[in-house]
């Protein structure tokens, strides 16, 4: 072999590179652990506090997160505007939710705020779903033969039409989400704090998430979508409608994040036109993290990532007396899913998708 | 000495075992032919000694090293070519430059020699050009080396991937069904054109092909695959009269009717003593 | 993978151009009562994204006619069009057709203006505003609220009309009306220099300070159509095409002469607004080169090009800053060759780790990066380095002159960046056709046989990131001179989507594609700045567009039939086929 001395140096130097890279990041995840729990600075509570919010945003991106796993299962597209169906839903909820409260009904008690939440959910899923075949139909359908970069440029092209149709028609300020009193009541547990919008938050993406998973591994269009998945053109000859597959896909994927959007609202208390970009990638993170095309994986990575963005920062960061180190929370997340993409790009369930190359 | 053994090579996809503890030599500057029915695993060796797939199992040397290891270009620059059952030219570059990417690992300019335009770099490009040129002129594409690889016929862009193989100098060439879709008489050229590469150069040569005139004409040995599996391995007079591939070829049942084995498995064909001397394709 | 291909289908754009067959009157009447509905949503969408009430305020004929107005009178107008294309039918039926459908755009408008007398819902549609109501009725009131109706169906039956023409009237119609709104857009940009020349008076007369005057309407109008005209019947490209050589060439020196000339003398008396703006041009030209041979040559999309970009500018920032943070106070053009190689060498530690990431994965990535590096930037963490939010401020300019040389202000960025887009383009040039090049476009083309054929990935493409970054960061550098100071809130995300986006619109690997893709994207905004609210809904919108069109993007690079200009005279003559030469 004459490979030169300097092709096996740079060879040598960049496995070292990918070794550091390793052992950096988990040196600072253990010994900033250790640093922030021996400090004592924070209680128990705290960290379960921390556990419980990170439950709650963990489960609004497993929702988000279905969405881009099963349009990538089906189409092998990140659909770059799927985060901005999440802000349809968002924006929608809002309109609800406001009347809602303009109508004196919302502050009513438990019942009549709860039944404000899944009027706001139906009319998000309502709003967000055809908004998302819309834009499979103009954006992404004429393109399902192309090279892959193609329908990825027209997603972000969809993605911008998306977020400033938004700005031009709602304006370009911030919407508040009117209060709801009984949301923000807490549990009856001593010890923890935990509200009632975490526990309606976390509940009701359990109960989507689950329907969609027997949706997907019960009925026939589920079957269908999952053959489609596997192997378009054998689908085709099987005699399944490709076309219905993909168009239910993604009515289904936006369905769960114009749903995730009003928890999120509820949550966050605010949506305007930007609302769904950073949730989204961070939602398509979740996905790569479970391992695309793998719908428990991304509800697993979706959990995983809520709780490492909430935990993260205090307990990795603050030990080493990182100042405000939730203002890096985003960074964890993104170097989570640089790290999983380098060294383990199927990620944690792993892949769903045959990869076929000569 | 053989140029390339694998000893117990095996590779699986799955539960599939593609190739199955397959034992190969080729015999520097010969020419050898990997025959077998559909999916016997003839491509997926390739791959394996090309470094497209990691084998599971066994080992293959090529002169005297270990090649298991290695990722796909230094197997290339230890001198190994190949070409693509489906052929896989770089698409949006024209004929001439798909010679000169293919140069690559034998010119030294630097892209800092390359940006100033310095002497040593405008040499080395002028050598690559005319190496690119003869290459084209080699396999009969003189006035096409301006054309995209993706506008040329079928049968040109063949002759294009085996020149862009020789472009790198190989010592043992790979060819994967460099006959398919030709007619005869495209693929009596397409023989002769190989026996002439091996004769003039040296290159030791190494096809799949399912054309048993073109395998039966030109072959010093013949390895017969099935199921992964070595079953078969001797001169074409051996294979043809092997029972075993005329089963595997006609399926169970067949193998007594040595009769129909001719439909499968032609007889050699007259073959042109002076293959040296032949016509080349480019000069056909 | 590549957008390039040259072997893509031409996927469906419009709905079957040629196949809407001599349709049957049934589907036929629907498809005008369809093409109706999708107008008066298009109108609807045009009035409520408040693209009609805003570009209200930009006249386009001086007392006339404004930009909005035009907006939706042409919306009206290609209603019309659409629904009267392709069906041979009688004169009164087309223009009936045409009718029908521009006025059912027309009532939707209608009802708008109705709907808005009785509910005031500007709390939530803040476009759904009086003003918008008195665009569409002219000022009438509710009672004009027939006015869209009726304009809608005027302007349908027009249309129709229109479909009867002959095809060359149509098409030099087509000419006159793109051209007064070209003309009409760009009114001031040519108004302000004329006025510092000898045909002031010209300009007062057919320009406005905002669009044209009516004389200069009729003028554009009549001139363009009548050019067009004298180009169809003496077909003046064919007979350029037939001279000889020598005398193309007599026409063609000059006229590249007077455009370089052109662009040098471009800035001069545009004032420092315009300045400024084709300054920002001439930047992103530069980055657009950058990041092409990333993405264009070697074919990665990398999306965190804005980490490069910021690496730059706060290497320079830091080094020539005479206040708070700068550590050197370093000249301009010290600090810039430490931006860019300290940009290359962000380039080669961030590519390592995603060497073996492909196509979307490495778009998300890279994008990943980039946002990194811009929470980091703006972070508690980095402030006593390198500002926080704060940023860096007081960066000298390159070159200090008086304020009245013609290198003042933005001017100086202009040349600068001028240079360094040259600089850059001539090594795009020379590596596109070097060992370098053809590696990297094999990898774009196909990875996998690009490494069977023993080009080094890891080497390569590392490469493709160094000198993308080295840019990126020039481009930084000469960011941070132009503003003065860099800020976290500079590196924004929307940094590499521009400068993605201008090279797709303008298409990969082209270097004039590069240019016109940056007059298109980051031009055109800039100067209109009511436009700028809504640049990237026209970004996603031509982006969309662009791939269902014309994937390949505005000017692709032609497959350049090199003469093989390296190999020379020592070549044996082609007839003598000596096939071994190896
Ligand atoms: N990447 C892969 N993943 C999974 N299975 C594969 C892969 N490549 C090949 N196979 C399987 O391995 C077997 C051998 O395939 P191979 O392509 O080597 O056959 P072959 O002998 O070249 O056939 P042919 O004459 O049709 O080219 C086939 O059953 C094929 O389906
Ligand atoms: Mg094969």
Redesign the interface.
């Given at each position: 072999?004459?490979?030169s001395l300097i092709?096996r140096l740079?060879?040598g130097a960049?496995v070292a590179?990918?070794w550091l890279?390793r052992v950096a990041v988990v040196l600072v995840v253990v010994v900033g652990s250790a640093l922030t729990i021996m400090s004592g600075r924070y209680s128990l509570e705290v960290y379960v506090g921390l556990v419980v919010s990170g439950l709650t945003l963990g489960s609004i991106y497993a929702l988000i997160a279905l969405g881009y796993t099963m349009v990538y299962g089906i189409l092998r597209?990140?659909n770059f505007a799927h985060g901005e169906i999440f802000m349809a839903g968002a924006f929608a909820g809002y309109?609800v939710v406001t009347a809602s409260d303009k109508l004196g009904f919302l502050n009513q008690g438990a019942v009549s705020a709860m039944i404000t939440i899944v009027v706001a959910i139906l009319v998000a899923v309502a709003v967000a779903t055809p908004v998302a075949l819309l834009v499979e139909k103009?954006?992404y359908r004429?393109?399902?033969?192309?090279?892959?970069?193609?329908?990825?440029?027209?997603a972000?092209?969809?993605?911008?039409?998306?977020?400033?149709?938004f700005?031009?028609?709602?304006?370009?300020g911030i919407y508040s989400y009117p209060t709801v009193d009984f949301l923000d009541r807490t549990l009856p547990i001593s010890g923890i704090i935990v509200r009632y919008v975490d526990v309606i938050v976390v509940i009701s993406a359990f109960v989507m998430m689950t329907g969609l998973y027997l949706f997907v591994m019960r009925t026939k269009l589920g079957t269908a979508i999952r053959a489609v998945s596997e192997d378009k053109d054998t689908a085709a000859l099987m005699g399944i409608d490709v076309n219905r597959a993909i168009v239910t896909t993604f009515g289904l994927g936006a369905a769960m994040a114009g749903a995730a959007g009003v928890l999120y609202a509820l949550l966050f208390r605010q949506v305007f036109f930007m609302t769904g970009f950073v949730p989204g990638?961070k939602a398509?993170?979740a996905a790569?993290l479970g391992g695309i095309g793998n719908i428990p994986g991304a509800m697993l990575g979706g959990l995983f990532l809520g709780q490492v963005e909430s935990i993260g920062p205090t307990l990795f960061l603050d030990g080493f007396n990182?100042?405000?180190p939730n203002?890096?929370k985003?960074?964890i997340a993104?170097?989570m899913?640089?790290l999983v993409?380098?060294f383990r790009?199927s990620g944690i369930l792993g892949e769903r998708i045959a990869r076929s190359?000569? | 000495m053989p140029l390339l053994t694998a000893t117990a090579v095996t590779k699986k996809f799955g539960g599939l075992t593609a190739v199955n503890n397959l034992d190969f030599e080729i015999e520097q500057g010969s020419i050898a032919s990997l025959i077998g029915p559909n999916g016997a695993g003839k491509t997926t060796f390739f791959?394996c000694i090309a470094g497209?797939y990691q084998i599971e199992a066994g080992q293959i040397v090529f002169d005297g090293?270990p090649i298991q290891r290695?990722r796909r270009d230094?197997i290339a620059?230890?001198g190994i070519s190949r070409t693509?059952q489906n052929i896989?030219l770089f698409a949006n570059m024209t004929a001439m430059e798909n010679i000169l990417v293919g140069q690559h690992y034998h010119l030294r300019s630097s892209w800092i020699g390359a940006v100033l335009g310095t002497k040593g770099v405008r040499e080395d490009e002028g050598r690559a050009h005319r190496e690119a040129r003869r290459l084209l002129r080699f396999v009969g594409l003189q006035n096409k080396g301006d054309l995209l690889a993706s506008n040329l016929p079928y049968g040109d862009q063949r002759r294009l991937e085996v020149a862009r193989a020789l472009a790198n100098k190989p010592r043992l060439l790979l060819l994967d069904e460099p006959t398919a879709g030709m007619n005869p008489a495209e693929s009596q050229q397409m023989t002769e054109f190989i026996r002439h590469l091996r004769d003039e150069l040296g290159t030791t040569i190494l096809l799949i092909e399912h054309e048993m005139r073109v395998v039966m004409g030109i072959s010093e040995k013949i390895t017969v695959l099935h199921y992964g599996q070595k079953i078969a391995e001797g001169t074409p007079i051996q294979i043809q009269t092997d029972p075993l591939v005329i089963e595997a070829y006609l399926g169970r049942g067949s193998a007594g009717t040595a009769g129909h084995e001719a439909t499968a498995i032609p007889a050699v064909e007259a073959t042109q003593g002076g293959a040296s001397a032949g016509p080349t394709p480019a000069s056909a | 993978?590549?957008?390039t291909?040259a072997g893509?289908?031409a996927?469906?754009?419009a709905p079957s151009a040629n196949g809407a067959a001599p349709a049957m009157p049934v589907s036929f009447q629907r498809r005008v009562i369809r093409t109706g509905l999708l107008g008066a949503v298009i109108a609807l969408?045009l009035c409520?994204?408040?693209?009609v009430p805003i570009f209200n305020a930009r006249p386009l004929v001086q007392g006339v006619i404004s930009l909005g107005q035009a907006a939706l009178i042409l919306s009206l107008f290609a209603t019309g069009f659409v629904a009267t294309r392709r069906v041979a039918e009688s004169s009164g039926r087309l223009i009936a057709d045409g009718a029908i459908a521009g006025g059912l755009s027309g009532v939707a408008l209608s009802a708008l203006v109705l709907l808005g007398s009785v509910v005031d819902v500007r709390a939530?549609?803040?476009?759904a505003s009086p003003v918008l109501y008195g665009i569409l009725t002219f000022n009438l009131g509710t009672i004009g609220f027939w006015i869209p109706m009726a304009a809608g169906a005027v302007l349908g039956g027009l249309a129709g009309a229109i479909g009867l023409a002959s095809p060359r009237m149509r098409r030099s119609l087509f000419v006159g009306l793109i051209s007064l709104f070209a003309l009409g857009l760009f009114a001031g940009l040519i108004r302000t220099p004329m006025l510092q020349l000898p045909v002031a008076e010209l300009a007062r007369l057919l320009f406005a300070s905002d669009g044209l005057t009516l004389i200069g309407a009729v003028v554009v109008l009549v001139a363009s159509v009548g050019l067009h005209h004298v180009q169809r019947t003496r077909r003046l490209d064919l007979q350029f095409a037939a001279l000889p050589p020598s005398r193309r060439r007599r026409i063609q020196v000059p006229l590249i002469a007077l455009a370089a000339v052109m662009i040098l003398v471009l800035p001069q008396g545009l004032g420092s607004f315009f300045a400024q703006v084709i300054a920002i041009v001439a930047l992103y030209v530069m980055m657009g080169l950058g990041l092409n041979i990333t993405l264009g040559l070697a074919g990665l999309?990398d999306l965190g090009f804005v980490a490069f970009f910021a690496v730059g500018a706060y290497t320079v920032g830091l080094l020539t800053s005479t206040a708070e943070f700068g550590i050197a106070q370093w000249p301009f053009w010290a600090a810039v060759p430490v931006a860019v190689i300290v940009a290359m060498v962000f380039g080669a530690?961030l590519g390592?780790?995603?060497?073996?990431?492909r196509?979307?994965?490495l778009?998300?990535?890279t994008?990943?990066?980039g946002?990194?590096i811009r929470?980091?930037a703006?972070?508690?963490?980095l402030?006593p380095i390198l500002g926080g939010p704060r940023g860096i401020i007081n960066i000298p300019k390159p070159i200090e002159v008086p304020p009245d040389s013609f290198l003042a202000g933005p001017n100086q960025i202009y040349y600068i960046a001028l240079i360094g887009a040259a600089l850059i383009a001539f090594v795009a040039w020379r590596l596109r056709g070097s060992r370098l090049g053809r590696a990297w476009i094999a990898i774009r083309e196909d990875e996998?046989v690009a490494e069977a054929i023993g080009i080094?990935l890891?080497?390569t493409k590392i490469l493709a990131y160094m000198l993308g970054a080295a840019f990126a960061g020039l481009g930084g550098a000469v960011f941070a001179a132009l503003v003065g100071s860099i800020f976290a809130s500079s590196i924004q995300l929307m940094v590499s989507?521009n400068v993605a986006?201008l090279i797709?619109v303008g298409g990969m690997g082209s270097i004039p594609g590069v240019i016109v893709g940056a007059i298109f994207l980051i031009g055109l905004p800039e100067l209109f700045r009511e436009f700028s609210?809504?640049r990237?809904?026209f970004?996603?919108?031509?982006?969309?567009a662009?791939?269902?069109l014309r994937?390949e993007g505005l000017l692709p690079s032609k497959i350049v039939r090199r003469e093989f200009q390296h190999g020379g005279g020592d070549e044996p003559p082609e007839s003598s086929a000596s096939p071994l030469a190896l």
């Open positions: 072999m004459k490979a092709e740079t060879e960049i590179f990918l890279l597209m990140i309109f103009i954006a004429p393109l399902r033969n192309a090279p892959r970069l193609v329908p990825l440029i027209s972000i092209g969809a993605s911008f039409v998306l977020q400033y149709t700005r031009g028609l709602f304006g370009p990638i398509f993170t790569v990182v100042p405000s203002q890096l985003d960074v993104f170097t899913l640089v993409l380098v790009p190359r000569a | 791959n497209f090293q290695l230094q620059h230890l693509y896989r | 993978m590549t957008v291909s893509m289908p996927t469906g754009a969408y409520m994204v408040g693209i939530f549609l803040p476009n999309l530690f390592l780790p995603i060497l073996s990431i196509g979307d994965y778009a998300i990535a994008m990943g990066f946002e990194i929470i980091l703006g972070s508690d963490l402030k996998d080094n890891i080497q989507i986006s797709i609210e809504y990237f809904l970004y996603g919108i031509a982006l969309i662009m791939m269902q994937p």
